[in-house]
T-cell receptor
Framework: AQRVTQPEKLLSVFKGAPVELKCNYS??????LFWYVQYSRQRLQLLLR??SRESIKGFTADLNKGETSFHLKKPFAQEEDSAMYYC?????????FGEGTQLTVNP | NAGVTQTPKFQVLKTGQSMTLQCAQD?????MSWYRQDPGMGLRLIHY???????DQGEVPNGYNVSRSTTEDFPLRLLSAAPSQTSVYFC?????????????FGEGSWLTVV
């Protein structure tokens, strides 16, 4: 069975500091991974997906199949990055989410 | 283009009552799904549909029913509400899940069962 784990429920950094949100997965096939962001009381939005290898709002994420990880990184955090971040894995007709990490960027 | 629309946004139910959360999308997406969001548990898949007339169970289907009579609509029914169903519910849709297809979410429905 597929599983996504985000070990940190809460993460707090200062503005301008680097930030890394961890995501680990278990899946027997070739994974398709995403990061979604949810700003306060808003709908979830796709932040980025591993297949397109893009950088959105300064965030990047690299799929490491050896470590089964898909960590989200940003070199310089901004206050507007404060939100809930979800890592997700797609398999066929199902999308499995991690527990989420609440990121707070302090001024 | 309205995207994914959910109603109601807020609802309070008494234990044992039934209700339907409505979800509609205007993007001609084949794939639709319902999730519930609970603190510390992320989003968990309740039911999903890969097209009109086809539904299947997700991770936490008990206490919920769905149907998909049209491509546009995917209502979620709570048959006999329980306090454990207090949650935020999100409907989502995409052309199909998986490779390259963005999943669009509704704004959420906040449900409290007392």
């Amino acid at each position: 069975a597929q599983r996504v784990t985000q070990p940190e429920k809460l993460l707090s950094v200062f503005k301008g500091a680097p930030v890394e949100l961890k995501c680990n997965y278990s899946y027997s096939g070739s994974p398709e991974l995403f990061w979604y962001v949810q700003y306060s009381r808003q709908r979830l939005q796709l932040l980025l997906r591993h297949i397109s290898r893009e950088s959105i709002k300064g965030f990047t994420a690299d799929l490491n199949k050896g470590e089964t990880s898909f960590h989200l990184k940003k070199p310089f955090a901004q206050e507007e990055d404060s939100a809930m971040y979800y890592c997700a894995l797609a398999s066929g007709s199902r999308l499995t989410f991690g527990e989420g990490t609440q990121l707070t960027v302090n001024p | 283009n309205a995207g994914v629309t959910q109603t109601p946004k807020f609802q309070v139910l008494k234990t044992g009552q039934s209700m339907t959360l409505q979800c509609a999308q205007d993007m001609n997406h084949e794939y639709m799904s319902w999730y519930r969001q609970d603190p510390g548990m992320g989003l968990r898949l309740i039911h999903y549909s890969v097209g009109a007339g086809i539904t299947d169970q997700g991770e936490v289907p008990n206490g919920y029913n769905v149907s998909r009579s049209t491509t546009e609509d995917f209502p979620l029914r709570l048959l006999s509400a329980a306090p454990s169903q207090t949650s935020v519910y999100f409907c989502a849709s995409s052309y199909s899940p998986g490779t390259g297809n963005t999943i669009y979410f509704g704004e959420g429905s906040w449900l409290t069962v007392v």
